[in-house]
């Protein structure tokens, strides 16, 4: 599974945009790109997957450049309930062909009044 | 939404006895995981499930481990006789296996050994 890189931690203030960007510079032909969020005590939840261009949802876009070596996860207009960490998964389908999930440490983002 | 539910949230054990962690996947869902996540570390794949049995496990998934789903809806973990290391939050997961669906986590049990 190719590796990522995203920032540690960013911070934000309710009602802005935020962008976290994912480095994926081996990801594979068949790999797709998965994000999950994950709140305190609670387990990953499943946010967006795309594999190129743009895809929306209710909760987020997730921007792919051409050569795939990045992505983008955008949230539209955070509030403080956006405070979780957010992690950037690169595999074959969301699950990596059916096969287990590897998380990385993910980019805590803290949203503040 | 179906979810994937976990019981007990919260289970406190003492060091060397057995402990068993129960899932109940989404209804429809054929494929099964169990990961762990120590306090302030990432989440760690321990062990996958299809068919009645082990598709992948991790090198944490030792003999002290086992998995089973004695039942149509169940999926459990077991850990014969735990340490203090095994302290952790335990997910079970779900995948459906029709397309390209994602895997669904349940909130996890938190396992206290003392």
């Known amino acids: 599974l190719a590796k990522t890189t995203q920032p540690i931690s960013m911070d934000s203030y309710e009602g802005q945009e935020v962008n976290i960007t994912c480095s994926h510079n081996?990801?594979?032909?068949?790999?797709?790109i998965t994000w999950y969020q994950q709140f305190p005590s609670q387990g990953p939840r499943f946010i967006i997957q795309?594999?190129?261009t743009k895809v929306t949802n209710e909760v987020a876009s997730l921007f792919i450049p051409a050569d795939r070596k990045s992505s983008t996860l955008s949230l539209p207009r955070v509030s403080l309930s956006d405070t979780a960490v957010y992690y950037c998964?690169?595999?074959?389908?969301?699950?990596?062909?059916?096969?287990?999930?590897?998380f990385g440490a993910g980019t805590r983002l803290a949203v503040h009044p | 939404e179906p979810e994937v539910t976990q019981t007990p949230s919260h289970q406190v054990t003492q060091m060397g006895q057995e402990v068993i962690l129960r899932c109940v996947p989404i209804?429809?869902?054929?494929?099964f995981y169990w990961y762990r996540q120590i306090l302030g570390q990432k989440v760690e794949f321990l062990v996958s499930?299809?068919?009645?049995?082990?598709?992948?496990k991790s090198e944490i998934f030792d003999d002290q481990f086992s998995v089973e789903r004695p039942d149509g809806s169940n999926f459990t973990l077991k850990i014969r006789s735990t340490k203090l290391e095994d302290s952790a939050m335990y997910f079970c997961?779900?995948?459906?296996?029709?397309?390209?669906?994602?895997?669904?986590f349940g909130d996890g049990t938190r396992l206290s050994i003392l």
């Open positions: 081996n990801i594979a032909t068949n790999d797709y």
């Open positions: 998964l690169v595999g074959l389908g969301v699950s990596g062909g059916y096969n287990k999930l590897i």
């Open positions: 209804s429809n869902h054929l494929y």
């Open positions: 997961a779900s995948l459906q296996g029709d397309g390209n669906q994602p895997q669904h």
């Open positions: 499930f299809y068919n009645n049995e082990i598709s992948e």
């Open positions: 795309g594999y190129k």
